[in-house]
C-alpha cells in the first residue's frame, strides 16, 4: 500500500515478424552462449499470442491517467493506438485488436523504435516528477552489433535516454549476449528481461 510510482507514458512497441509464429524451442542460449535444454512446451501457443496476451494483461496494471500507446512492427513500423490516457480508451477493444495481432515478414527494429520514440513528441515538455516515459520493446530477434548491426537502434536508445525516455526491451524466447546486455545495461534507465517459455 505505500507503493507509490509515477504516472506512466508507456509505449509498447511490439515485434510481429514472421518468427513471432513459431513456439518457443525446446532449448536457449543463455548470455554466455551455454545451451539451456528446457521442458516441452504443452501450451502450443506461439511466440506472437504469449506476446499478445502479456500486453492485454499489462494493461490490466495500468490506471486511467497513465498514458498508453501501441506500435507494432516487422519490415516497417505502424501505429496501433495513440499515447492517451488509459482513462479514455475502449480497453476491451483494444485487447480485442491486440489479441488479433498475426506475425508477417521482416524484423526492422529501428523502424519500431523510432515510430514508438515517436509518439513521446508531445509529452516531452511534461513534469518528469510526475511522469515517468518508457518504451518496453518485446521482440524474438537478437539486435546485432558491429559494423553491420544495430548501431542506430542503440543511438536511438541513448538519444531517448538523454530525453528522459527509457527503455526496456523483452527477449522473447531469445536470451541477449553478454555483449548486448553490456551495452542495453551502459544506457541510463535502460534494462532487459528475457522470457523462454509460455
Given at each position: ?13 511490439l ?6 509464429g ?13 545451451k ?11 511466440k ?15 490506471k ?8 507494432i ?5 505502424f ?9 479514455d ?21 529501428e ?36 559494423e ?24 522473447i ?23 523462454h517459455?509460455?
Amino acid at each position: 500500500t505505500d507503493f507509490q510510482r509515477k504516472k506512466l507514458n508507456l509505449v509498447v512497441v511490439l515485434d510481429f515478424s514472421g518468427s513471432m509464429g513459431s513456439p518457443f524451442d525446446q532449448y536457449y542460449y543463455d548470455r554466455f552462449g551455454n545451451k539451456v535444454e528446457q521442458e516441452a512446451d504443452e501450451s502450443g501457443k506461439t511466440k506472437m499470442q504469449i506476446a499478445d496476451e502479456s500486453v492485454v494483461a499489462l494493461l490490466g496494471h495500468l490506471k486511467p491517467d497513465d498514458r498508453f500507446g501501441l506500435v507494432i512492427f516487422s519490415d516497417d513500423a505502424f501505429l496501433v493506438d495513440p499515447l492517451i490516457s488509459v482513462g479514455d480508451k475502449d480497453l476491451e477493444k483494444l485487447k480485442s485488436r491486440i489479441m488479433k495481432i498475426q506475425e508477417t515478414d521482416g524484423t526492422n527494429m529501428e523502424a519500431g523504435m523510432q515510430e514508438g520514440t515517436a509518439l513521446f513528441d508531445r509529452f516531452l515538455q511534461a513534469d518528469k516528477s510526475e511522469y515517468e516515459n518508457r518504451i518496453i520493446f518485446l521482440t524474438d530477434a537478437m539486435p546485432n552489433l558491429g559494423e553491420t548491426g544495430d548501431l542506430g537502434l542503440f543511438r536511438m536508445l541513448e538519444d531517448n535516454a538523454d530525453h528522459g525516455i527509457y527503455t526496456t526491451f523483452i527477449g522473447i524466447g531469445v536470451d541477449f549476449n553478454t555483449e548486448l546486455v553490456e551495452n542495453i545495461t551502459k544506457i541510463k534507465g535502460a534494462n532487459y528481461y528475457s522470457v523462454h517459455s509460455a
